[in-house]
């Protein structure tokens, strides 16, 4: 089972870009991030005369995410149920083939100092308990998305510099680190222990990619069962370096089924 997440940065602008590397990379599921289009609007045609389904939830120029997959989806839902903002335009849960998948794309915060950052502090908390209530950490879980984290100091370029930046601060490093605590294993990280490698690449920074200027803010999270099961992991560069690219890159793992 061969599983990739990807900001795309808007469907619309990415969409040739994103059915040429499912034609060439065939994952059984691809989950979408930042689609920026309402539901109506999403062009969902060229994927699914790929032979993919899809689930998708989005709002006009903001947020968005879907789920593509080659299996049918199940138990498709959007948005927290808790009472707070639902934010269905940054969460996607289904199930597919028995595997249950939670698609994320967590609140960027914009600086530690603005009332979004605790918005994104509080957002980390409330996945918790949605793990809590929902799912069991010894069943196969995969959590996946743009976390708009950095774990680790080994998964920015620079982390002397850019620790207490959004991306990088440390409380959100907890916050996530309280989540991933509940019963998940960094499937990345696990094939791959050190570091240098990373998944966002800012357009401002001339050849960035090039230069290794990057973050590694997308991740692939499963519980043990289906962790132990994972046989490879992989940042694909080549989307990043194309025409026309997103600022995100493809992260992909795969699963012994």
Same mark, same amino acid.
């Given at each position: 089972?061969?599983?990739?997440?990807?900001?795309?940065?808007?469907?619309?602008?990415?969409?040739?870009?994103?059915?040429?590397?499912?034609?060439?990379?065939?994952?059984?599921?691809?989950?979408?991030?930042?689609?920026?289009?309402?539901?109506?609007?999403?062009?969902?045609?060229?994927?699914?005369?790929?032979?993919?389904?899809?689930?998708?939830?989005?709002?006009?120029?903001?947020?968005? #995410?879907?789920?593509?997959? %080659?299996?049918?989806? !199940?138990?498709?839902? $959007?948005? *927290?149920? =808790?009472?707070?903002?639902? &934010?269905?335009?940054?969460?996607?849960?289904?199930?597919?083939?028995?595997?249950?998948?939670?698609?994320?794309?967590?609140?960027?915060?914009?600086?530690?100092?603005?009332?979004?950052?605790?918005?994104?502090?509080?957002?980390?908390?409330?996945?918790?308990?949605?793990?809590?209530?929902?799912?069991?950490?010894?069943?196969?879980?995969?959590?996946?998305?743009?976390?708009?984290?950095?774990?680790?100091?080994?998964?920015?370029?620079?982390?002397?510099?850019?620790?207490?930046?959004?991306?990088?601060?440390?409380?959100?490093?907890?916050?996530?680190?309280?989540?991933?605590?509940?019963?998940? #294993?960094?499937?990345?990280? %696990?094939?791959?222990? !050190?570091?240098?490698? $990373?998944? *966002?690449? =800012?357009?401002?920074?001339? &050849?960035?990619?090039?230069?290794?200027?990057?973050?590694?803010?997308?991740?692939?999270?499963?519980?043990?069962?289906?962790?132990?099961?994972?046989?490879?992991?992989?940042?694909?560069?080549?989307?990043?370096?194309?025409?026309?690219?997103?600022?995100?890159?493809?992260?992909?793992?795969?699963?012994?089924?």
């Amino acid at each position: 089972m061969k599983v990739a997440t990807f900001n795309v940065n808007s469907i619309r602008a990415r969409m040739q870009l994103v059915t040429a590397w499912i034609e060439e990379n065939a994952p059984d599921v691809l989950c979408l991030q930042e689609t920026r289009v309402a539901d109506p609007a999403f062009p969902h045609e060229p994927i699914e005369r790929l032979g993919y389904t899809l689930a998708f939830r989005g709002d006009k120029g903001r947020n968005g #995410v879907a789920i593509v997959s %080659r299996r049918p989806l !199940e138990d498709v839902a $959007f948005g *927290f149920d =808790d009472g707070g903002s639902a &934010d269905e335009d940054r969460l996607a849960v289904a199930t597919v083939g028995g595997v249950a998948l939670v698609n994320t794309y967590i609140p960027q915060g914009r600086d530690p100092d603005h009332p979004m950052f605790r918005v994104k502090l509080e957002w980390f908390a409330r996945l918790r308990r949605l793990f809590e209530r929902r799912y069991d950490p010894s069943q196969p879980l995969l959590w996946v998305g743009d976390f708009n984290v950095a774990p680790e100091p080994i998964d920015v370029h620079n982390p002397k510099r850019l620790d207490g930046q959004v991306g990088f601060h440390p409380e959100e490093r907890r916050v996530l680190s309280e989540v991933g605590s509940w019963g998940f #294993v960094d499937v990345f990280r %696990r094939h791959h222990p !050190e570091g240098g490698q $990373f998944s *966002f690449f =800012d357009y401002r920074a001339k &050849d960035a990619v090039a230069r290794g200027i990057g973050w590694r803010v997308d991740h692939i999270w499963a519980t043990p069962p289906l962790a132990e099961r994972s046989t490879a992991a992989w940042i694909d560069l080549a989307p990043r370096t194309a025409p026309r690219p997103s600022d995100h890159t493809p992260v992909v793992a795969e699963f012994d089924a």
